[in-house]
């Protein structure tokens, strides 16, 4: 018999912060197999400055599990590889395909915002999945074997998981004090 908790509107089993490709393939793949799943972005909209722009034939595969592809393969643009480089031409990252993967190519071009729709859209399948966007995720507590999530001074819901998919800035990251892996990039060479 569940907990009566467990049966409360606010209640889901994973609140994932963050609605950005990550957060919303984690919705899309958890709602597939039937957890109910509460999504929190702090934007309204989808972030229209494409941050991504390259994903490989494994990220295909995981949108493909999640019965999206034929959505996503149109808006693809198979690449030999990406090479990104600074204002000197100098190479500061390489990618090239090594394997056939089954598809037009290993590796693929595409516009974040354009991906971050068909996954939202995506998330409209399933009636256990609901997406909350405009509201920011200020705080979360544990509490015996639940999480609690905030928004300001109100409670948003109570969860058995959280995922933090915040991004770069997380605050999730920061609050639970687990340290970025920097790699040295310096972006002032590259403007």
């Known amino acids: ?10 209640f889901f089993d994973i609140v994932i912060c963050g609605l950005g490709p990550v957060g919303l393939l984690a ?4 709602g597939l197999r039937g957890y109910r ?14 941050r991504a722009i ?11 599990s999640v019965g ?18 600074d204002k000197n031409f100098n190479v500061l990252f390489s990618a090239k395909t090594i394997s056939e993967s089954g598809f037009a190519s290993s590796h693929f071009l595409f ?17 256990n999945v609901t997406l909350m966007f405009g509201k920011d995720i200020t705080d979360f507590r544990q509490e015996k074997e639940r999480i609690i999530v905030f928004s300001k001074h109100e409670q948003i819901a109570k969860a058995s998981y959280f995922i933090a998919s915040d991004g770069a ?23």
């Open 1 to 10: 018999m569940q907990n009566n908790e467990n049966n409360s509107s606010n």
């Open 37 to 50: 799943v509460l999504g929190v972005d702090r934007f309204e909209t989808a972030f229209n400055f494409p």
């Open 111 to 127: 516009l974040q915002p354009e991906l971050e729709s068909i996954l939202r859209k995506g998330c409209e399948r399933f009636p």
């Open 68 to 85: 999206l592809l034929d959505e996503l393969m149109p808006r693809l643009k198979p690449s030999d590889g990406l090479e990104i480089v």
């Open 27 to 30: 919705c899309n793949t958890l």
């Open 54 to 64: 390259h994903i490989d034939e494994e990220i295909v595969r995981i949108v493909q």
């Open 169 to 191: 800035k997380s605050f999730t990251r920061n609050k639970l004090g687990i340290a970025i892996n920097d790699l040295g990039f310096d972006t002032s060479n590259t403007r």
